[in-house]
T-cell receptor
């Protein structure tokens, strides 16, 4: 099956710093990747849809200037949390959609746990 | 917009009991896909099953079985003879044709020895 990796798996940073999270599709090309956020004991909430070579589409209520998404290649999308604050502490999960042949399935990365002190 | 409801927030059973996790969905599309994922404490989502809207056949995989009923917009998941290792949060999810995935609130299953 298709494999999606995320790096780092865990990050702790000070308030005010920026953190970059990478999402890679290892054995397939993904024209579309998704970024989700999951607060403790809650569901996954879609933050944005990332399309290769174009601007990301953000869900209502998600600040695009705070959560910068770059999908520069068919195998890599990055999420940068700018000027992170404690309320940004969460579990961030990316997924990549296989273009054809998989019935619209998305493959999820293992997640990145962000803790902002 | 699509919507997924998992009314059971938490379920606790004793090992070897059968347990059914409910999932009800809403969509205006005729083409859609339904999923179940398991999320253990590590956080990584484990894919369990995918169903498209044109395939109403129930499925059995070992101790797991799924009941898809379009008439009631439900896609329920049953674990037979539950084990402690089944303890996790289970999410039901839905995608409409080529759109993003929407998750239910999740059901936390605890299986006690």
């Amino acid at each position: 099956g298709a494999v999606v990796s995320q790096h780092p798996s865990r990050v702790i940073c000070k308030s005010g710093t920026s953190v970059k999270i990478e999402c890679r599709s290892l054995d397939f090309q993904a024209t579309t990747m998704f970024w989700y956020r999951q607060f403790p004991k809650q569901s996954l909430m879609l933050m944005a849809t990332s399309n290769e070579g174009s601007k990301a589409t953000y869900e209502q209520g998600v600040e695009k200037d705070k959560f910068l998404i770059n999908h520069a290649s068919l195998t890599l999308s990055t999420l940068t949390v700018t000027s992170a604050h404690p309320e940004d502490s969460s579990f961030y999960i990316c997924s990549a959609r296989v273009p054809t042949g998989y019935n619209n399935e998305q493959f999820f990365g293992p997640g990145t746990r962000l803790t902002v002190l | 917009a699509q919507k997924v409801t998992q009314a059971q927030t938490e379920i606790s059973v004793v090992e070897k009991e059968d347990v059914t996790l409910d999932c009800v969905y809403e969509t205006r599309d005729t083409t859609y896909y339904l999923f179940w994922y398991k999320q253990p404490p590590s956080g990584e989502l484990v894919f369990l099953i995918r169903r498209n809207s044109f395939d109403e056949q129930n499925e059995i995989s070992g101790r797991y079985s799924w009941n898809f009923q379009k008439s009631t917009s439900s896609f329920n998941f049953t674990i037979t003879a539950s084990q402690v290792v089944d303890s996790a949060v289970y999410f039901c999810a839905l995608t409409e044709n080529n759109n993003d995935m929407r998750f239910g609130a999740g059901t936390r299953l605890t299986v006690k020895p």
